[in-house]
């Protein structure tokens, strides 16, 4: 069930720079269906992923704010981006004097958690926006929880731009799938389980796997992000007590709601009806 019209005040907040964030949400109604959620894409500001940590973390905070204010007391920076470069600061130095009840979570550190878990071999690989691979996050946080775990990576500019133009299931997007997959793969032989740490990258899922060896497991974030949300409000009955539950879904964007509406519908997999709104 979707809604546009009337405004849950203790929704769980959904953020991310542009369209990527519907798959995570999409995977959170699917295993928390009961929650109302408020999906907002700054799409007027994005790509996240060149610009500078000042600027994705002043963004990040001035779209976490309006979900704030728009009743929000739980919010989810479905962003790789903005969980790379903003998440840690927001958290530490701003939701104190904004209100210390409130939370911010990102979907790094779950990503790395679940990838610890699958590797056999102790040899993984990230494949990332350009933004996300140089801030090192992923690196520093798998090493940070798994100290013994080697972590490759490999920048994949030209994949967000397939899967925004829907162009990433033509046999052209084959070229840039298989370019990057290979890079990343011949890096470590023994890799064994592979992130895809951007939330646009599902939708190149059947290319992915179409180039990538039986032996290697992709994870994708969603189901990720889904199950360490449902695990945590389990542990933060203060936090989850505060989600109102009528199964709704609202959408916000920052641009043109016609775009984002037809967009939306690809990542979603279902109709898609946005409200404009300005920061």
């Known amino acids: ?31 928390l269906p009961a929650y109302d959620y408020i999906y907002l894409g ?24 309006k979900l704030f204010s728009l009743g929000c007391n739980l919010v989810i920076l479905a962003c790789n981006t903005a969980s790379a470069k903003a998440l840690r600061s927001i958290q530490q130095n701003d939701l104190p004097f904004i209100d210390p ?7 790094i550190r779950p990503s790395a958690e679940e990838i610890g878990k699958l590797t056999k071999s102790g040899i993984v690989g990230v494949l990332g926006t350009n933004g996300t691979i140089q801030s090192q996050s992923y690196v520093l ?18 994949w967000v731009p397939l899967v ?3 162009e990433y299931s033509c046999n052209g997007a084959d070229y840039f799938v298989k370019k990057h997959l290979d890079a990343l793969y011949s890096k470590n ?30 994870v994708s974030q969603g189901e990720i992000v889904a199950a360490s949300l449902k695990d945590y409000l389990q542990r933060h009955t203060e936090i989850e007590t505060k989600c109102s539950k ?4 609202i959408y916000y964007t920052t641009e043109s709601v016609s775009h984002f509406d037809k967009q939306a519908s690809v990542f979603s997999g279902e109709p898609v009806k946005s409200q404009h709104i300005t920061i």
Do not use: W
């Open 101 to 107: 009840s409130r939370r911010v979570l990102g979907v």
């Open 42 to 65: 700054d799409n007027a500001r994005t790509p996240y992923g060149t610009r500078s940590y000042e600027t994705v973390y002043q963004y990040t905070l001035e779209c976490v704010k």
């Open 1 to 31: 069930m979707s809604a546009n019209s009337k405004e849950y005040t203790q929704a769980i907040g959904v953020f991310d720079s542009g369209f990527g964030g519907l798959t995570v949400l999409k995977s959170l109604t699917e295993e």
């Open 164 to 166: 925004e133009n829907n």
């Open 189 to 218: 032989v023994d890799l064994d389980t592979v992130i895809l740490g951007c939330t646009h990258y599902p939708l190149l899922l059947d290319k992915i796997l179409k180039f990538t060896p039986p032996h290697i497991k992709i």
């Open 246 to 249: 009528n199964g709704t879904r």
């Open 141 to 158: 946080e798998i090493n940070k929880l798994y100290p013994e775990i080697k972590v490759y990576q490999e920048a994949c500019p030209m």
